[in-house]
């Protein structure tokens, strides 16, 4: 998403490309590819000059939803959303704890977008 958002607006990249780049397999990243189509985080192009593109601006895009589409649910503990998983939910003296753990957590990564990531980046190589 990062070599995505790196190249905005410039046209399709391909993933032998983003491979090299960020120095990991190719055979992985395709496999990381597909939950980032389905969430339509990103558009494939097929052809010539096919490729992979943001389908939105890289300011519009949270690392949040990078994370839930590649790791899944972020909540530290199921019982904070759904009281229904334990007994003693209604009266935990640890609840609120994770309550405020997952709220703290979620909240960075909302505030957190791709461009940022880019900025940061842009700046620390200057």
Known sequence: MY???LRYGE????LKDIARWQEISEKY???LIIP???A?????SRGSHGGYNLTREPSEISIREIV???EGDLRTVECVHNGNTCTRSSECPVKEIWHRLDKSVL????NIKLSDVV????SNNA
């Open 3 to 5: 070599e995505l958002a």
């Open 11 to 14: 046209g399709p990249v391909i």
């Open 29 to 31: 990243l395709s496999k």
């Open 36 to 38: 980032l189509k389905a």
């Open 40 to 44: 339509k985080l990103v558009h494939a």
């Open 68 to 70: 839930e589409v590649l």
């Open 107 to 110: 909240d960075v990564l909302d």
């Open 119 to 122: 900025k940061k980046s842009i």
